[in-house]
C-alpha cells in the first residue's frame, strides 16, 4: 500500500511538474532565463523511471521497432550526411523526444488517486483564471501578450488546460462545459488554429453521436464530415495562404509555403529514406544551416535565409520529408494505431468520451502541425502524456471486462 501510495505521489508531482514548468511557465522561464531545456529533463525523468519501475511488456513491440527505426535513420544520417553531423544528432534527440515520452508514460502505471485529479482539476482552473486577463489586456497578441507568452502558446495552453481538466474530471456535463470554455479563452489570442480546435472539440463532444452498432453508418459519419467542414470554414484564409496564394509567385515565396513547396523537390530527390536528421524545416538546420536551402533555392527568401531563419521550423509536415515516404507512412501510421486502439475500447467498454478524446487529440496535432512544431516540443510532449493517460485507462479497463 505504502509503494502505491509513494507511486501516486511521484506521478502527481511529476504531472503537476510538465502541467506548470513544461507548458504554462516554459515560455516565460524561457524569456527570462534563456533555459529552454525543461522539455528534455522531462522526457528523460520518464525515461529513468519508465528503466527503474515501468512496465517492459507493455507495447514493448513497438517500442522496439520505434528505437530500431530511430537508430537505422541515424546511422544513414551519419554515412550519408547532408549536413554536419552536431546538427544530425541533435535534431535526432529533438525527434524521438516526444516518442520517447509517449512509450515510456504509457509504460509507467501514472495513476493517481481521487483526491489528486480534484486538485488538477482545480488547479486548472486557478490557471485559467489567472489567464484571463491576459487574454482580454491581450486581445489579439501583441507586446501586452508576449511579455508572457507568445500568442500561438496562450492558444496550446488554453488547449492543455482545457483537455487535462476533461481528462481528470468526472466528465459530465459540467466538467464538459468547463472544459470547452477553457479552451475558448484561447480564443483572445486571434490565431485561426485555436478556432479550428474549438470547432473540432466542439462538433465532436457536443454535436457527433457514435452509432455503438456500427460505426460506419450515415448517422455517424454525415454529422463528422459536417464537423470537418465547419473546421476547414474557420481555417480556410490560412489554408488558402499555405497552399496556394503563398505559393503562387515563385519568385516572392513566403517563408511557410516554400517549406511546403520545398517537400515536392525533397521527395523527388530523396523519396524512399528523404535527406536526413537535421537537414530540413527542423531547429538543427536552423542553427548549422542546411546546405538544402541553397540547392533548392530559399536561401533567399525572407526568414528562411542564413541572416534571417527565423522560419526555418515554422511548421511540422515540411520535416517529415526528411524521413521520406517510408518516414512519413509510419507517421500516419503512429496515429492509425492510437484510433484502433480508441475505437476497439469503445466497442468493448463503451467509453465515447474515451474515444471522442483521443479523436481530439489527432486533430489538435493535424491543426498543430499545419504552422507549428508543436509535435517536436514542450506542448506536444505535454499531450502526448496525456493521451497516455488516457489510453492506458481505456486498456486497463478493457482488459478487466475480459
Given at each position: ?302 526568414g528562411l535565409s542564413p541572416d ?78 496525456m493521451l497516455t493517460l488516457v489510453l492506458k485507462d481505456l ?8
Amino acid at each position: 500500500m505504502r509503494i502505491v501510495e509513494k507511486y501516486s505521489t511521484a506521478n502527481f508531482l511529476l504531472l503537476i511538474g510538465v502541467l506548470l514548468l513544461g507548458v504554462i511557465f516554459y515560455d516565460y522561464i524561457d524569456q527570462q532565463t534563456g533555459f529552454s531545456y525543461i522539455d528534455e529533463i522531462f522526457a528523460f525523468l520518464l525515461l529513468l523511471t519508465w528503466v527503474i519501475r515501468g512496465d517492459k511488456s507493455v507495447k514493448a513491440k513497438e517500442f522496439l521497432f520505434f528505437s530500431l527505426i530511430a537508430l537505422f535513420y541515424l546511422i544513414k544520417s551519419l554515412l550519408y550526411p547532408l549536413n554536419v553531423s552536431k546538427a544530425i544528432w541533435i535534431d535526432f534527440i529533438i525527434e524521438i523526444k516526444p516518442f520517447i515520452a509517449f512509450y515510456c508514460a504509457y509504460n509507467l502505471d501514472l495513476n493517481i488517486t481521487e483526491k489528486q485529479k480534484k486538485i488538477i482539476c482545480r488547479l486548472c482552473i486557478i490557471i485559467a483564471l489567472g489567464l484571463l486577463p491576459l487574454g482580454i489586456v491581450g486581445f489579439g497578441g501583441g507586446e501586452k501578450m508576449a511579455v508572457f507568452c507568445l500568442h500561438s502558446r496562450f492558444c496550446t495552453m488554453c488547449e492543455c488546460l482545457g483537455v487535462t481538466y476533461f481528462i481528470f474530471s468526472k466528465r459530465d456535463k459540467r466538467s464538459l462545459l468547463i472544459a470547452s470554455l477553457m479552451i475558448a479563452l484561447g480564443i483572445c489570442a486571434m490565431r485561426s488554429k485555436i478556432f479550428g480546435f474549438l470547432a473540432l472539440w466542439l462538433g465532436i463532444m457536443y454535436i457527433w453521436k457514435i452509432d455503438m452498432r456500427r460505426f460506419f453508418r450515415m448517422k455517424t459519419i454525415v454529422p463528422m464530415v459536417v464537423i470537418l467542414f465547419g473546421v476547414i470554414y474557420v481555417a480556410w484564409e490560412k489554408i488558402v495562404f499555405y497552399f496556394i496564394t503563398g505559393t503562387e509567385n515563385s519568385e516572392n515565396l513566403y517563408a511557410r509555403p516554400a517549406l511546403y513547396l520545398g517537400i515536392v523537390n525533397i521527395l523527388k530527390d530523396h523519396p524512399v529514406l528523404g535527406s536526413g536528421f537535421g537537414t530540413y524545416a527542423c531547429w538543427a538546420s536552423r542553427i548549422f544551416y542546411s546546405p538544402l536551402y541553397y540547392d533548392y533555392g530559399l536561401s533567399n527568401i525572407y526568414g528562411l535565409s542564413p541572416d534571417v531563419p527565423n522560419f526555418i521550423n515554422d511548421a511540422f509536415y515540411p520535416l517529415l520529408c526528411q524521413f521520406g515516404l517510408i518516414g512519413i507512412i509510419l507517421y500516419i501510421n503512429f496515429w492509425r494505431l492510437r484510433f484502433i486502439e480508441a475505437k476497439r475500447s469503445l466497442y468493448t467498454i463503451g467509453d465515447v468520451y474515451g474515444f471522442k478524446l483521443v479523436l481530439l487529440f489527432i486533430g489538435f496535432f493535424i491543426i498543430e502541425s499545419t504552422s507549428d512544431t508543436t509535435f517536436t516540443h514542450n506542448r506536444g510532449m505535454y499531450m502526448l502524456i496525456m493521451l497516455t493517460l488516457v489510453l492506458k485507462d481505456l486498456q486497463t479497463r478493457r482488459n478487466d471486462v475480459k
